[in-house]
């Protein structure tokens, strides 16, 4: 019964992303160029077509067994010796984790910070997250990309306390207030994360980059003001040799939120271990704030009496206020006034990020992060192998590499093999700027021919883009947004590229230009292409993440080619048939990275002790242990736990409602 039911979902899912319309209010490009070539039927026969195959569960992938791969219980570690009698298998021992295994510095330059309890973090076992040392018997390998050539640590897992007991796990299993203010060792509510944020990044600044003040009169609707303080003072530790380290760059995290946002448990501790992990532990080489959008364009925000301090309150926990950005269409629409009516925030965050960083001279990268977003692993870990993996990949090939679905059985090694088959069975080989009418490249030209390169240029050179799925051709695509791009006189032959899901990371290099191509060319493009599109036109460094991603079960490697690098020479792009495609989005349903996942919440809310998809929770964790889940980005999951957050306090639903 279940099953048929969820098959139905499945279909009405199809049919829902069928319908979607995009904003009816735009005007894509409109040019005299012929359109891609035809495919052999129309795209209403082919989307009836596809929507009859699901039906009849025709997808070559229907019928691959299902497993059970995703989560584990702590009964499935295999932790008995051969000779040892009567084991009943316990779990192995939790260890301290503390994400630095990737850390780009040394950790002993990095003067710790204090967190939430009040205490030095690397002090604090209370404050700290733990892993299991090991990989649960029964856990499934990524589908594709890998922890190996992402960089993540693939050799540990986590369950719920391990991973969240520091950040107030405790603080929601109860369901009258009173008691959970008692559990609780931490006063929430008291907690300003700006403040321990800011104290930390002072404290490590003789670390940093000095940072370069912008003149006064050129930062505006702006609430939060970070002082500089650049005053040299003695050096705290001895090994902070001041001439002998390199300076640390900083990285902002900006999580999209809007007013009326649902901050549900899950969400307020995933804000939690952002800021402790990636921010506190890194000793402010991270800083993350909040982006909160105000809807309502009737508000001062910027010049009302209580404002925007009361539209905080109403709408964020009292623990991120310090960390809260405030800004509206309004004033996208008085910055960017000459292109007013494109800056509409569904296809355009990358704006608000574009002034967010004029404003914040001390960041060199940034990322706009969705606030449905999460890792389940370390965020350091995380942050560290994503600039590692940007930094170290050299220019040669690192379009044709990014183009494709990452899949090791196909590619093997993604620093060997996968460099020298794309190379032969792909004949465009992008080398600096490609040459597009009305622009003039902004970025560094390549060294030497392409052919005289033994993968030496860009090397050490920090990514200017970096999204998480590939950046495809979207010339000859069925993309949603494809057209969506104005003021170039090529129009729809613009050459381009799009990563779908706008989160990624951008350096403050490519945001100067995207700033540079609206305020100075009238030309703007849809948020999915923005960054990855201007570092093609103008020659910056962008490439794509290859983290793991899991299916829901055991996909061939021919299918996984054939469904998602379907494209000419094995691309994942630039073809009518592209997975990408709207018809075809399908195939990503039950991986646990695409914005219409259906994987995504189950896992997260099993690892939370919840029962998804006759899965988890109490139940079958009497049976199996604790859920156990390895790191993993999981996308979207949208109120995974009942207990949400209102301005009158916590509100509590037994139904998980
Ligand atoms: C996705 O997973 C669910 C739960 O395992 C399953 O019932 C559903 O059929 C799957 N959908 C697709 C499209 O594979
Ligand atoms: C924590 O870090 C400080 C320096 O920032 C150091 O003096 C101290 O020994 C560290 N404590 C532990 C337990 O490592
Ligand atoms: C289009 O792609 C889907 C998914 O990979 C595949 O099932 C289908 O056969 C393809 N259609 C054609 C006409 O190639
Ligand atoms: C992008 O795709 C189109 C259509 O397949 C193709 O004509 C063009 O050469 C491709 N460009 C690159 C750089 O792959």
């Given at each position: 019964?279940?099953?048929?039911?969820?098959?139905l979902?499945?279909?009405?899912?199809?049919?829902?992303?069928?319908?979607?319309?995009p904003?009816?209010?735009?005007?894509p490009?409109?040019?005299?160029?012929p359109?891609?070539p035809?495919?052999?039927?129309?795209?209403e026969?082919?989307?009836?077509?596809t929507?009859?195959?699901?039906?009849?569960e025709?997808?070559?992938?229907k019928?691959?067994?299902i497993?059970?791969?995703?989560t584990?219980?702590?009964?499935?570690?295999?932790?008995?010796r051969?000779?040892?009698?009567?084991?009943?298998?316990r779990?192995?021992?939790?260890?301290?984790?503390?994400?630095?295994?990737?850390?780009?510095?040394?950790?002993?330059?990095?003067?710790?910070?204090?967190?939430?309890?009040?205490?030095?973090?690397?002090?604090?076992?209370?404050?700290?997250?733990?892993?299991?040392?090991?990989?649960?018997?029964?856990?499934?390998?990524?589908?594709?990309?890998?922890?190996?050539?992402a960089?993540?640590?693939g050799?540990?897992?986590?369950?719920?306390i391990?991973?969240?007991?520091a950040?107030?796990?405790?603080?929601?299993?109860?369901?009258?207030?009173?008691?959970?203010?008692?559990?609780?060792?931490?006063?929430?509510?008291?907690?300003k994360w700006?403040?321990?944020?800011?104290?930390?990044?002072?404290?490590?600044?003789?670390?940093?980059?000095p940072?370069?003040?912008?003149?006064?009169n050129?930062?505006?609707y702006?609430?939060?003001r970070?002082?500089?303080?650049n005053?040299?003072?003695?050096p705290?530790?001895?090994?902070?040799?001041?001439?002998?380290?390199s300076?640390?760059?900083?990285?902002?995290?900006?999580?999209?939120?809007?007013?009326?946002?649902?901050?549900?448990?899950?969400?307020?501790?995933?804000?939690?271990?952002?800021?402790?992990?990636?921010?506190?532990?890194?000793?402010?080489?991270?800083?993350?704030f909040?982006?909160?959008?105000?809807?309502?364009?009737?508000?001062?925000?910027?010049?009302?009496?209580?404002?925007?301090?009361e539209?905080?309150?109403?709408?964020v926990?009292?623990?991120?206020?310090?960390?809260?950005?405030?800004?509206?269409h309004?004033q996208?629409?008085?910055?960017?006034?000459?292109?007013?009516?494109h800056?509409?925030?569904?296809?355009?965050?990358?704006?608000?990020?574009?002034?967010?960083?004029?404003?914040?001279?001390?960041?060199?990268?940034?990322?706009?992060?969705?606030?449905?977003?999460r890792?389940?692993?370390?965020?350091?870990?995380?942050?560290?192998?994503?600039?590692?993996f940007g930094?170290e990949?050299?220019?040669?090939?690192?379009?044709?590499?990014?183009?494709?679905?990452y899949?090791?059985?196909?590619?093997?090694?993604?620093n060997?093999?996968?460099?020298?088959?794309?190379?032969?069975e792909?004949?465009?080989?992008?080398?600096?700027?490609?040459?597009v009418e009305?622009?003039?490249?902004?970025?560094p030209?390549?060294?030497r021919?392409?052919?005289?390169?033994n993968?030496?240029?860009?090397?050490g050179?920090?990514?200017?883009?970096?999204?998480?799925?590939?950046?495809?051709?979207v010339?000859?695509?069925?993309?949603?947004?494809?057209?969506?791009?104005?003021?170039?006189p090529?129009g729809?032959?613009?050459?381009?590229?799009?990563?779908?899901?706008?989160?990624?990371?951008?350096?403050?290099?490519v945001?100067?230009?995207?700033?540079?191509?609206?305020?100075?060319?009238?030309?703007?493009?849809?948020?999915?292409m923005?960054?990855?599109?201007?570092?093609?036109?103008?020659g910056?460094?962008?490439?794509?993440?290859?983290?793991?991603?899991?299916a829901?079960?055991?996909?061939?490697?021919e299918a996984l080619?054939?469904?998602?690098?379907?494209?000419?020479?094995g691309?994942s792009?630039?073809?009518?048939?592209?997975?990408?495609?709207?018809?075809?989005?399908?195939?990503?349903?039950?991986?646990?990275?695409y914005?219409s996942?259906?994987?995504?919440?189950?896992?997260?809310?099993r690892?939370l002790?919840?029962?998804?998809?006759?899965?988890?929770?109490?139940?079958?964790e009497?049976?199996?242990?604790r859920?156990?889940?390895?790191p993993?980005?999981?996308?979207?999951?949208k109120?995974?736990?009942?207990?949400?957050?209102?301005p009158?306090?916590?509100?509590h639903?037994?139904?998980?409602?």
């Amino acid at each position: 019964m279940a099953k048929v039911l969820l098959a139905l979902l499945g279909v009405a899912v199809v049919l829902k992303v069928m319908n979607t319309k995009p904003p009816s209010s735009l005007e894509p490009a409109q040019d005299s160029i012929p359109p891609p070539p035809a495919p052999i039927l129309t795209e209403e026969q082919l989307t009836e077509q596809t929507i009859e195959a699901a039906r009849r569960e025709e997808w070559i992938w229907k019928d691959f067994p299902i497993h059970e791969g995703l989560t584990r219980g702590t009964s499935n570690f295999n932790t008995c010796r051969a000779d040892e009698e009567n084991c009943n298998g316990r779990p192995p021992k939790l260890v301290r984790y503390d994400g630095y295994k990737h850390l780009q510095e040394d950790p002993v330059d990095i003067v710790q910070c204090i967190g939430p309890r009040g205490l030095p973090i690397n002090e604090s076992d209370e404050d700290a997250i733990w892993a299991y040392p090991a990989i649960p018997a029964g856990a499934v390998d990524p589908s594709m990309g890998s922890y190996k050539a992402a960089g993540i640590d693939g050799s540990i897992s986590f369950d719920r306390i391990g991973r969240f007991q520091a950040y107030g796990l405790d603080q929601f299993d109860y369901f009258d207030p009173e008691a959970e203010r008692k559990a609780s060792d931490v006063d929430w509510d008291k907690v300003k994360w700006g403040d321990l944020q800011d104290e930390c990044a002072n404290a490590n600044r003789l670390r940093f980059k000095p940072v370069k003040e912008r003149t006064d009169n050129s930062i505006q609707y702006s609430n939060i003001r970070q002082k500089h303080d650049n005053s040299q003072k003695q050096p705290p530790t001895n090994s902070m040799d001041a001439g002998r380290m390199s300076k640390v760059k900083r990285t902002a995290i900006l999580i999209r939120v809007w007013t009326g946002a649902t901050w549900s448990a899950d969400a307020v501790m995933n804000i939690r271990a952002m800021i402790a992990e990636a921010s506190l532990a890194s000793g402010g080489k991270y800083q993350v704030f909040v982006l909160l959008h105000v809807k309502d364009e009737g508000i001062p925000i910027f010049t009302g009496e209580n404002q925007p301090e009361e539209t905080i309150k109403k709408y964020v926990p009292p623990e991120f206020h310090s960390i809260t950005e405030v800004w509206n269409h309004a004033q996208l629409r008085t910055l960017y006034s000459n292109m007013a009516e494109h800056a509409f925030v569904g296809r355009s965050p990358w704006m608000i990020i574009q002034w967010f960083a004029r404003n914040h001279p001390e960041f060199d990268f940034f990322y706009q992060w969705e606030f449905d977003v999460r890792f389940t692993g370390h965020y350091l870990d995380f942050f560290e192998a994503v600039s590692n993996f940007g930094r170290e990949q050299p220019r040669k090939g690192i379009w044709e590499r990014a183009g494709r679905m990452y899949i090791p059985e196909v590619h093997g090694e993604y620093n060997t093999d996968y460099r020298i088959s794309t190379r032969e069975e792909d004949p465009h080989r992008v080398w600096g700027p490609v040459s597009v009418e009305g622009v003039l490249p902004r970025g560094p030209k390549p060294p030497r021919a392409q052919d005289e390169d033994n993968y030496e240029w860009g090397v050490g050179e920090d990514a200017d883009w970096i999204g998480f799925l590939p950046s495809f051709n979207v010339t000859g695509t069925n993309w949603w947004f494809r057209d969506y791009l104005w003021g170039y006189p090529q129009g729809r032959s613009t050459p381009r590229r799009a990563t779908l899901i706008a989160q990624g990371r951008v350096s403050r290099r490519v945001l100067d230009i995207m700033n540079y191509e609206n305020s100075e060319n009238g030309h703007h493009i849809d948020a999915e292409m923005f960054p990855q599109t201007m570092c093609l036109h103008h020659g910056l460094k962008s490439t794509s993440f290859p983290h793991p991603i899991f299916a829901d079960r055991h996909w061939t490697p021919e299918a996984l080619q054939s469904t998602f690098n379907g494209g000419p020479f094995g691309q994942s792009g630039g073809h009518w048939n592209s997975s990408f495609s709207k018809w075809n989005e399908f195939a990503w349903t039950n991986m646990t990275w695409y914005y219409s996942s259906q994987q995504a919440m189950p896992v997260y809310q099993r690892l939370l002790g919840i029962t998804a998809g006759e899965t988890g929770g109490p139940e079958w964790e009497d049976a199996y242990g604790r859920t156990v889940v390895r790191p993993m980005l999981l996308h979207p999951v949208k109120g995974a736990k009942a207990a949400k957050w209102s301005p009158e306090g916590w509100k509590h639903s037994m139904s998980g409602k």
